[in-house]
């Protein structure tokens, strides 16, 4: 059993940065993948990115690819998000999920065995 705790959201005026957290807790967190993940009002969740158990491979969708920067710190088991240049598009509720495997489900969404209850960042135009 995984636990995930999301924070770091809030408001932002566009063209700022927000960093969110997911802190992960369980014996065996630190064997799974992390993604972010995101569903604006009204529309489909979105994997983000993605981090593996090691931190040395990291998937990135193109929606945010040289904005948006996923670490993590195995000593503190939390997975961080930086997202630099925000815009309103990005307005939505942010979820961190944990996947014990590396595959096609970590882009598409469907192998996350965990989720948390998510964070919402709102973008002020």
């Known amino acids: 059993q995984v636990q995930l705790v999301e924070s770091g959201g809030g408001l932002v005026q566009s063209g700022g940065s927000l960093r969110l957290s997911c802190a992960a807790s369980?014996?065996?967190?630190?064997?799974?993948?992390i993604g972010w993940i995101r569903q604006p009002p009204g529309k489909e969740r979105d994997v983000l990115a993605a981090?593996?158990?090691?931190?040395?491979?990291?998937y990135y969708a193109d929606s945010v690819k040289g904005r948006f920067t996923i670490s993590r710190d195995n000593s503190k088991n939390t997975v961080y998000l930086q997202m630099n240049s925000l815009n309103p598009d990005d307005a939505a509720v942010y979820y961190c999920?944990?996947?014990?495997?590396w595959g096609h489900g970590i882009q598409s969404g469907d192998g996350y065995d965990y989720w948390g209850q998510g964070t919402k960042v709102v973008v002020s135009s």
């Open positions: 999920g944990a996947d014990r495997a």
């Open positions: 369980g014996r065996t967190s630190s064997n799974y993948a």
């Open positions: 981090i593996n158990c090691r931190g040395d491979n990291r």
